[in-house]
């Protein structure tokens, strides 16, 4: 498999206060085409590492590679065309006065001729299934349609690589599953490239393989088979439980003996009535 990212040993700290770096060497490469879901804990350098990857911030050691391009300030234009980057909060990523607009805005920044623009905002649109909005405004979108446009935005850029840090967390959940839904679409139809940044299962059960941060770093790595096999130790890794195993883990904290296996809610409630009878 040919590597499409490599980041190659990278620290970085924001200010000489901080105890500990944001980022401490951290290296992982991800291959083209791959999905690659970022975890940990608040705080643990997971957008810090994606500020990284696309030249918002440069490492103080270390490099990152994108594409066959070493991010320099030389180059840096042509890796934010490389790597899109989709942000956690819908109401803040749009420029333009109607749906269409906006998708055009970062095409109009890169001189493409207009009638070729036309034509990449339509077919953007159309990946996300948001054509028939082209004409409404923005702001009247629900929150999963407005990340469905922010993506449009990505993929009318053509780029290699996509970034979703935390884009589904302000979501509900069926927001959650329309772009959820969208991503995986549209990575298949432009063979892209995805990081995601989540603390939700459900995304990060969609990966090839994921990554667990905390502290500033890279503290392991595996397929989400092997990740979710941690068990009660994933809330430490931050990501957010289905409540069955939420209420499992704080029972279990308390000293209650749980059951091992997979319950859903219907069936916690149940297994907490029987357990209720036996006391
Ligand atoms: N602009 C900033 N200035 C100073 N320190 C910062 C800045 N942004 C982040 N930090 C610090 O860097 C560390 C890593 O932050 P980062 O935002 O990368 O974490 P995160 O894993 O994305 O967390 P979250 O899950 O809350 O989004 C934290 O200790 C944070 O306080
Ligand atoms: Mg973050």
Partial sequence: MSEIITVNHISYKYTDEQERNALNDVSFTIAKGEWVAIIGPNGSGK????????????PMSGDVTAGNLTLNEKNIWSIREMVGMVFQNPDNQFVGSTVQD????????LGVPRDDMVDRVRDALDKVNMLEFAE???????G???????????VALRPDIMILDE????????????VLRTVKEVKEKENLSVISITHDIDEAAAANRIIVMKAGELIKEGTPEEIFSYGDQLIEMGLDLPFPEKLKSSLKEIGISVPTEYLTEEGMVDWLWTYGLKK
Avoid: C, H, W, Y
């Avoid at 957008?47 to 440069?58: P, R, V």
């Avoid at 409404?136 to 629900?142: G, H, I, T, V």
């Avoid at 884009?167 to 329309?178: I, V």
């Fill in 144 to 154: 999963g349609q407005k990340q469905r446009v922010a993506i449009a935005g990505i």
């Fill in 136 to 142: 409404r405004e923005p702001a009247r979108l629900s």
């Fill in 47 to 58: 957008s810090t590492l994606a500020k990284t990857i696309n030249g918002l911030i440069e």
């Fill in 167 to 178: 884009a589904t967390s302000m979501l509900d959940p069926k927001g959650r599953q329309e």
């Fill in 102 to 109: 906006d998708v055009a805005f970062g095409l109009e920044n």
